[in-house]
Nanobody
Framework: QVQVVESEGGLVQPGGSLRLSCAAS????????MAWYRQAPGKQRELVAS???????DYADSVKGRFTISSENAKNTVYLQMNSLNVEDTAVYYC?????????WGRGTQVTVSS
């Protein structure tokens, strides 16, 4: 039994910053990897950033240099720090955990970048 709680997004101006967090709780015997995805209207869901339990990170080209993924493994929590946001970043953002052999998804939160 695993529960995933995702923080709320919000409305930010272009060039602004926003920090998302996502925490898993319950029967967690091995947290292997965490990731953030996003889905814009009419688009496929895409991988934004990922981090392994060993701290190895990867980013989509579109967010490199602007977004930072981090984690607190002991708290089963993943963060996404988003800087220099632009309108193309507008999407529903989802966190995902791989725990053992199973994937667990957050419900998604809307991030809107607009002036």
């Amino acid at each position: 039994q695993v529960q995933v709680v995702e923080s709320e997004g919000g409305l930010v101006q272009p060039g602004g910053s926003l920090r998302l967090s996502c925490a898993a709780s319950g029967s967690i015997f091995r947290l292997n990897a965490m990731a953030w995805y996003r889905q814009a209207p009419g688009k496929q869901r895409e991988l934004v950033a990922s981090i392994t339990s060993g701290g190895v990170t990867d980013y989509a080209d579109s967010v490199k240099g602007r977004f930072t993924i981090s984690s607190e493994n002991a708290k089963n929590t993943v963060y996404l720090q988003m800087n220099s946001l632009n309108v193309e970043d507008t999407a529903v953002y989802y966190c995902r955990f791989r725990i053992g052999y199973t994937y667990y998804w957050g419900r998604g939160t809307q991030v809107t970048v607009s002036s």
